[in-house]
């Protein structure tokens, strides 16, 4: 179950990223991220929960394809990579796969899916602390990265992280919004090489 030849299908399939320069030769950055959305990042988080990555070298390879495609822009061209995000307020690939991640936890712990399609077993703990998150999941120890990065165990330690506020969210939209907020202050958000943290905490809640 390695997936790297389906990351380097999607790193070369150039002909969007060539068919957005053809087309639209003055793109401002509104125009940018519509299209950009739409056409070419919908298709690098095409089912994600299955292969979400953990090598490095792979991480890389599709940060790539956005770091090429922000370029485009003429006013981004002289910014840095973590520049150009930050002045489209686009978020890296990593931080959107694990956001992706989290996103599907909440949908089959609140019931969002057919229990009988989906599949995966994300055991609750039974012990519930003062403070704690109500929905924490168990953590089991793997012996093989075949197991420890598949999805039912590598969302564990980071869903747990997440606060009462963000994980009890009523709808999928206010679970969306409440991540966003909470993770806001995460430097993966626009720096790919960095690791989520339990960093702004305390400016969420407060």
């Not at 996103?103 to 599949?119: F, M, P, Q, R």
């Not at 806001?184 to 626009?190: C, F, P, R, T």
Request: charged share 30%; net charge positive; with cysteine.
């Amino acid at each position: 179950m390695h997936f790297s030849h389906h990351v380097y299908d999607q790193v070369h399939k150039n002909y969007i990223l060539g068919l957005i320069k053809r087309n639209f030769e003055h793109l401002d950055s509104q125009t940018f991220m519509q299209l950009y959305k739409s056409l070419l990042r919908l298709n690098l988080e095409y089912a994600l929960t299955v292969w979400n990555l953990h090598k490095e070298y792979l991480i890389e390879e599709l940060e790539k394809v956005q770091r090429r495609a922000t370029k485009i822009i003429k006013d981004c061209r002289s910014k840095s990579y973590l520049e150009r995000l930050q002045h489209l307020k686009l978020p890296t690939l990593k931080y959107r796969r694990k956001r992706g991640d989290m996103i599907e936890v909440y949908k089959i712990l609140h019931n969002k899916y057919d229990s009988n399609a989906v599949g995966l077993n994300l055991n609750l703990n039974n012990i519930v602390h003062t403070r704690s998150n109500s929905y924490k999941l168990d953590k089991h120890r793997p012996k093989y990265d075949l197991r420890k990065f598949f999805f039912s165990e590598r969302v564990v330690e980071l869903w747990n992280s997440l606060p009462p506020s963000v994980v009890q969210a009523e709808t999928v939209h206010t679970f969306n919004n409440r991540l966003d907020k909470y993770w806001s202050k995460q430097e993966v958000l626009y720096n790919y090489k960095a690791k989520f943290t339990e960093s702004g905490h305390r400016s969420y809640l407060t």
